[in-house]
């Protein structure tokens, strides 16, 4: 596939990895496979800064990467491309819908690490179905016969799993990512999102490849959650503050510590994480834990704290059911 040179992002390093890569640059003796994953998380967890720093990992590890942005907000790919990249939709809808018309440069753009993005975009707010516009933009990379050049597919997807429409990228996706934290909320979702893997797997190739923990200074809860259902915990990031400036400052882990080498050890989860995926796991088809019996374990652990093993108290709790 072409790429027009003027596209490249001029911040990026282009065609070639970065110099930072060559510390990292091993396990090649993991055989090539093509793999589809879609990372979900509760909204604001930080799925793109996990996305990012994971698509760079996979790089890293000799691996050809295309992530798919499937948010209206079109930020998933900011930190390797420093800007906003053009939509599909926006492009589909300047070309009148004619897919003829559309070439690979017009809608892939190469960010850090040479992983290329593409951002699927969305409907107005308020307006429309998100899942039909990943089904379009499945369908355009396919036409442009680009779908199936990658090693990797990452699709970031925004938010929860409330419908059809945003489990869509599951119908293309060999895995499941569940990104999360230590808290109700964020495991509360995680669970509905289990939940959609399962329903999915019906029908689907799918499985459970693991949860992330992102950014938290404990994983009790997370294990007790894990304990009712059962799945693999890839990596937790702790609680460390360059994770959320990367986001700021528009880069990932792995190009800030090119100039920032006391933070390169923040790279080595993302790393672990690249590598289990490319061990191709087993994964799990998890059995979702019921609504009122969740509520009534997650917020157990908070209000009765010397009956579990966690130290948390009534003050860390988002909210209590009464």
């Known amino acids: 596939m072409s790429k027009c040179p003027c596209k490249k992002v001029e911040a990026c390093m282009g065609s070639h990895l970065p110099v930072y890569s060559t510390l990292y640059r091993h396990n090649q003796s993991i055989k090539e496979i093509i793999m589809k994953i879609a990372v979900y998380g509760k909204g604001g967890i930080g799925k793109s800064t996990c996305s990012t720093n994971i698509s760079v990992a996979l790089s890293l590890r000799g691996k050809k990467i295309l992530q798919i942005g499937c948010d209206p907000k079109h930020d998933s790919t ?5 800007f906003l990249i053009p939509t599909i939709i926006d492009t589909l809808q300047s070309k009148d819908y004619h897919y003829e018309d559309v070439w690979p ?5 190469q960010g850090y690490g040479g992983v290329d993005c593409v951002e699927a975009g969305g409907p107005p707010a308020g307006a429309g179905c998100g899942g039909y516009v990943v089904g379009e933009t499945v369908k355009l990379l396919k036409e442009l016969n680009a779908f199936y050049e990658y090693d990797v597919i990452l699709f970031d997807v925004l938010g929860d799993v409330v419908c059809g429409g945003f489990a869509a990228p599951l119908n293309y996706a060999d895995y499941c990512l569940i990104v999360t934290d230590n808290g109700f909320d964020a495991l509360f979702a995680a669970n509905r999102i289990a939940a959609s893997v ?5 029908t689907h190739p799918l499985r459970l490849a693991g949860l992330v923990g992102n950014r938290t200074s404990k994983r009790d809860l997370i294990e007790k959650y894990v304990e009712a259902c059962p799945m693999p915990i890839l990596e937790v990031l702790p609680l460390i503050e360059d994770i959320r400036v990367s986001r700021v400052k528009g880069k990932t882990l792995f190009e800030m510590a090119e100039l920032e080498p006391s933070i390169a050890y923040v790279c080595e989860f993302y790393l672990n994480i690249a590598d289990q995926l490319l061990c191709e796991p087993e994964g799990v088809v998890p059995r979702e834990v019921p609504d009122r019996e969740l509520f009534s374990l997650l917020s157990e652990f908070y209000l009765n704290p010397d009956q579990g093993e966690g130290t948390g108290n009534l003050e860390e709790l988002d909210f209590v059911m009464v």
Do not use: A, N
């Not at 900011?78 to 420093?82: M, N």
């Not at 440069?105 to 753009?109: A, G, K, M, R």
């Open 198 to 202: 399962r329903e999915k797997s019906r």
């Open 105 to 109: 440069e017009d809608v892939i753009y």
């Open 78 to 82: 900011f930190t390797l491309t420093g």
